[in-house]
């Protein structure tokens, strides 16, 4: 069964910074893009970021140069760096797999992040 289990959420204040983490089992990790998507409070889901299996990044257009997208193929382990953090940051973010425009065939429960002073 396919899983994956984010962590590192919080509330933070803009300008601040996070690393969001997901931990993915039952299936082989490093054969995967995967990907971070978000969903912000009255909002549809919104893809952010994705990695290739060759580590290539790609990024949606609101948090480039912003966010860093990593993963450990050895810890089957997908990070998020989040900096500059901005109020409309505020949502609740995803990794998945086998996504596209946001929706995902496989999803961890979410880690909120919330952007406020």
């Known amino acids: 069964e396919v899983q994956l289990v984010e962590s590192g959420g919080g509330l933070v204040q803009p300008g601040g910074s996070l690393r969001l983490s997901c931990v993915a089992s039952?299936?082989?990790?490093?054969?995967?893009?995967i990907h971070w998507v978000r969903q912000a409070p009255g909002k549809g889901l919104e893809w952010v970021s994705s990695?290739?299996?060759?580590?290539?990044?790609y990024y949606a257009d609101s948090v480039l140069g912003r966010f860093i997208i990593s993963r450990d193929n050895a810890k089957n382990t997908l990070y998020l760096q989040m900096n500059s953090l901005k109020t409309e940051d505020t949502a609740m973010y995803y990794c998945?797999?086998?996504?596209?425009?946001?929706?995902?065939?496989?999803r961890g429960q979410g880690t909120q992040v919330t952007v406020s002073s």
């Open positions: 990695i290739s299996t060759r580590g290539t990044r």
């Open positions: 039952g299936f082989t990790f490093s054969s995967y893009r």
């Open positions: 998945g797999r086998d996504c596209s425009g946001g929706y995902c065939s496989h």
